[in-house]
Structure formats: structure tokens, C-alpha cells
């Protein structure tokens, strides 16, 4: 059993490492996302200057694939579906339509995933005018690059609430 690799949403799920359709390459990367800072109280009178504010930029997610196809008309249809993806991803970034679009990684063995939550991306394949993919069904190194949201999120948790009115409960009333 291999690592998992899935971009998805609430609709649809496309299995990025599957063997068949897609094959995740060596490649995958996802480096912290770069920190601004906002400094203040720098003067002649005083050494260095207070961090007054510090965020994190949004992350860059680079996956390189191998996206197969039956025939040239899967293979088309494979692409075309990564595409759909990462459109519906940008209008739920721009205008929150749809369902959040997550790339999911899975390590081998592990109980738990990681999603990455996509803003945007795209999906290169290079040369795909080449003779080689004019008679071949399979792009050998289609590079995802996916702008994605700061952090990664783990998996879900369920909150129990235990006490007898759900609501809020003031000591002694």
C-alpha cells in the first residue's frame, strides 16, 4: 500500500496516486509558507526593532505526475477533470460557490490525513503538441502547482458535550 494523494471536494474525489488514471512522481513539495513581519520601534536611540505583527504568506504545493489514459480521449478526460477541479477550487476562493477543494496526503501506514486547502492551481503538461503524446496515452511529467492556504489541517474531530443542558450552564441557577 502506497501513500495516498487525493484532490478533492465535497463532490468529487480523484485518486492522484492510483496507478491507473494518475501516479504520483517523485516531487512532491510543500515547504513552509514564507512569514511577514511588520516591524516597529526601530530609531537611532535603540539596537534591532520590536515584531509588532507577524502572518504567513500563502503556501506553494508542487506535485509532479504522470496522468495516463486508455486512449487519447481518457487521457483528455483526466486532464480535464484535474482542470474542473482546480476551477471549482478558485471560484470557492473568490466567491465561496461550491465546496472547499482539499489535496489530501496520506502517509503509508498512517491512521490519519493532511489536507492542504486550495486556493488555486494549475496543471502543466508541458509539451502536449510533442510526437510523443500524439501516439503515447500518457503524460510522463505534468507538474500541479497548487496555491494553497498557509497551514495543513489534520483530520476531523467530533466535541462531545457531556453536560446535562447543552446550552450555557451558570454554576448554581
Known amino acids: 500500500m502506497a501513500w495516498t494523494l487525493q484532490l478533492r471536494n465535497d463532490d468529487i474525489a ?11 512522481r517523485p516531487g512532491f513539495r510543500a515547504p513552509p509558507p514564507p512569514v511577514r513581519v511588520a516591524r516597529g520601534g526601530a530609531n537611532l536611540f535603540r539596537h534591532g526593532s520590536d515584531i509588532t505583527e507577524r502572518v504567513y504568506a500563502n503556501r506553494s504545493v508542487t506535485v509532479t505526475l504522470r496522468i495516463h489514459g486508455g ?11 484535474v482542470n474542473s477541479l482546480l476551477e471549482r477550487a478558485a471560484e470557492y ?10 489535496l489530501r496526503r496520506k502517509w503509508e501506514g498512517a491512521t490519519n490525513q493532511v489536507d492542504f486547502y486550495v486556493l488555486s492551481g494549475t496543471l502543466a503538461l508541458g509539451d502536449e503538441f510533442g510526437t510523443v503524446h500524439s501516439q503515447n496515452t500518457t503524460f510522463a511529467n505534468a507538474v500541479l502547482q497548487l496555491t494553497c492556504e498557509p497551514f495543513a489541517y489534520g ?6 458535550n457531556y453536560v446535562l443542558d447543552p446550552g450555557f450552564e451558570v454554576a448554581g441557577t
Do not use: F
Not at 476562493?93 to 482539499?102: D, E, F, M, N, R
Not at 483530520?155 to 462531545?160: L, S, V, Y
Open 14 to 24: 480523484l485518486d492522484l496516486n492510483d496507478g491507473t488514471a494518475y501516479s504520483a
Open 71 to 81: 486512449s487519447q480521449d481518457g487521457l483528455i478526460a483526466n486532464i480535464t477533470a
Open 93 to 102: 476562493a473568490t466567491s465561496g460557490l461550491g465546496s472547499q477543494v482539499k
Open 155 to 160: 483530520a476531523e474531530e467530533t466535541i462531545e
